[in-house]
């Protein structure tokens, strides 16, 4: 990941060497901007940050320390797209050993001052990192302090100063490593602050929406509003949100624990679209209690549900308050696999966020499954089997398993939303509906509020299952390809029943045979036969006794798994 390498060139900085040396390493380490920004740094200067920025002696491992409460306090002018802020971060420590802390913090921000315990800090910012020495060693389970007050026009990545209808409209886009972009943070989907407070200053009248609940606004007298955004359960930063607008807003109740509570589900829609987003968004009450009679109880309930309308032509599932493009709101059906994706994130990446973004497919499968489920729910089956066939793509890019997470191209690509789902529905035939709903529940509990990984999933399949599942992984989650079956069929006739005499090969060169249970669905002329088949190897053979007389042969007619299947000319359908 980045901040690992980045990391690793920072540790491969000094070990005690010379100055020089030390400083060309560090320079070979770092883009041509990070270059000439060291260039531009006195010597003096340079001697007094690398007589503490010695790795061999003062190690900053991420791992050495957490973040549990960010206390973000931003001033945002939408006049000049610039930003500033005050930062206030709880640390825990995690080891006794750390001098110096490394945080994520993109170079288009500008820190002004680093303060702990009423004492300015030294910190060099760097490479979008910004260290800064510690003024005493703490002991591992000791919180201190940290206020970094910066400033700067960020980067569109992480939060874009756009309009609409000539008014200004400022949002994030919690896509990973974008947090950066706004705010020193830790990046990393499985850092999860325990709580965050989010104080938004904006002119009169904008409105900012975030993640949590709105605590209190504040009108000052400069011609600016406060909002205050109180996050009482673990976030991450990348799903940390901001939307700035004249948002008109509308509630709608969710209605849970037996109707007797509501937990407000408050959309923040640009005035013009307040009737189209009204009609869109009404549906959102059923979908949750859809969601939550699948997945358990929605977990922020203390919170909101929510969505603001955003200006980038896409959707993002920040924390309570899922981001959905403008182009979006039509007042129309046809984005409702959006809402109830969103909605299911809230579950898988939010409650349960991913323990690196290798494992993405088990935040964006599960939320296009989430819809899929809904869909049968609403529709029935056969409109889940039609919008799982929609998402059969012939051939799938890599694999669902990411093996190289900060390829965003990977990360967000129909192998882990479409394949995603897939998987999910491949497992739920390979299980049983009852094992694997335990098992999705199941996860949902282990997992609340902290991260998860592809194994962590698995163990817990294997636990309802009662069985291995490594080789489904293996074959779904960590593989690539699909098999391709090509069958023919004869018929034994016998006394009272007619034996088929299936056999099946699988044709695809790698890997050469999927394991996997195969519907085997015998027509006769006195109606269905249906059978399960475990099929393991290139050719295999199976008999089946059936009633009247063999007319069609089928595998997987349903399409329960993902394949390519031919029939091979029949030979011998003796009557
Ligand atoms: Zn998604």
């Known amino acids: 990941m980045i901040n690992g390498n980045r990391r690793i060139n920072l540790r491969a900085i000094g070990v005690g060497a010379a100055m020089l040396v030390a400083v060309a390493l560090v320079v070979n380490s770092f883009s041509t901007d990070a270059i000439s920004r060291f260039k531009a740094l006195e010597s003096r200067k340079l001697q007094s940050i690398f007589s503490w920025i010695n790795p061999a002696t003062t190690p900053t491992r991420a791992s050495d320390f957490a973040i549990k409460r960010y206390n973000l306090d931003l001033h945002i002018d939408p006049s000049t797209k610039r930003i500033s802020g005050r930062a206030r971060l709880d640390i825990l420590f995690t080891s006794d050993t750390l001098r110096t802390i490394s945080l994520n913090m993109a170079d288009s921000l500008t820190p ?139 509630t709608l109740p969710y209605h849970y624990n037996d109707s007797l509570e509501a937990m407000p589900m408050t959309f923040y829609v640009y005035p013009e679209d307040l009737e189209k987003a009204k009609q869109q968004f009404r549906i ?47 007042g129309g059906r046809e984005s409702d696999w959006i809402l109830a994706h969103e909605l299911a994130h809230q579950w898988f990446g939010n409650c349960i966020s991913v323990k690196n973004w290798s494992h993405i497919w088990l935040n964006e499968g599960f939320a296009n499954y989430a819809y899929a489920l809904w869909k049968e729910d609403t529709e029935g089956e056969e409109a889940y089997f039609n919008l799982l066939r929609s998402w059969d793509k012939d051939e799938f890019d890599g694999s669902v398993f990411i093996k190289d997470p900060t390829n965003k191209d990977a990360l967000f690509s129909e192998t882990t939303f479409q394949k995603g789902a897939w998987v999910l529905h491949m497992l739920r035939h390979v299980i049983g509906d009852e094992a694997f709903f335990n098992a999705v529940r199941s996860y949902v509990k282990t997992y609340a509020y902290k991260s998860a990984s592809t194994e962590d999933f698995e163990t817990v399949c294997e636990r309802e299952y009662g069985r291995p599942l490594n080789w489904f992984f293996k074959e779904w989650v960590y593989g690539v390809n699909r098999p391709f079956y090509q069958y023919t069929w004869e018929v034994m006739p016998g006394a009272d029943r007619n034996t088929v005499e299936l056999t099946i090969n699988q044709t695809q060169s790698d890997p050469a045979a999927f394991e996997m249970p195969i519907d085997v669905v015998i027509k006769t002329e006195k109606g269905e036969n249906k059978f399960v088949i475990w099929h393991k190897s290139t050719c295999q053979h199976f008999e089946f006794s059936v009633e009247g007389v063999p007319e069609r042969v089928e595998l997987d007619p349903e399409g329960w798994i993902l394949k390519k299947v031919r029939q091979g000319e029949p030979f011998g359908r003796e009557r």
């Not at 200053?201 to 009108?219: E, F, H």
């Not at 969505?307 to 896409?314: L, N, P, T």
Request: proline share 7%; with cysteine.
């Open 284 to 330: 959102l009450p059923e979908m949750m209690k859809h969601h939550v009679a699948v997945f358990g109880e929605y977990p922020f309930i203390k919170e909101k549900y929510g969505v603001a309308e955003f200006a980038k032509a896409s959707f993002r599932e920040h924390q309570t308050l899922p981001s959905f493009a403008a182009k979006l709101i039509t």
């Open 112 to 250: 002004i001052s680093v303060e702990s315990e009423n004492a300015a800090l030294r910190f060099v910012h760097v490479a979008n990192h910004l260290m800064v020495k510690l003024q005493r060693p703490y002991k591992a389970d000791s919180h201190f302090e940290l206020t970094i007050s910066y400033e700067g026009s960020p980067s569109r990545r992480g939060l874009a100063f756009d309009e609409h209808m000539s008014t200004p409209m400022i949002y994030s886009y919690g896509l990973p490593f974008t947090a950066q972009h706004w705010f020193p943070c830790k990046d990393a989907p499985a850092d999860k602050a325990d709580s965050a407070d989010i104080t938004i200053t904006v002119p009169t009248p904008l409105v900012a929406a975030s993640n949590g609940r709105l605590a209190r606004t504040t009108t000052n007298n400069d011609g600016t509003t406060t909002f205050y955004w109180w996050v009482r359960y673990p976030i991450y930063p990348d799903v940390i949100s901001l939307a700035v607008t004249n948002y008109a807003t509308f």
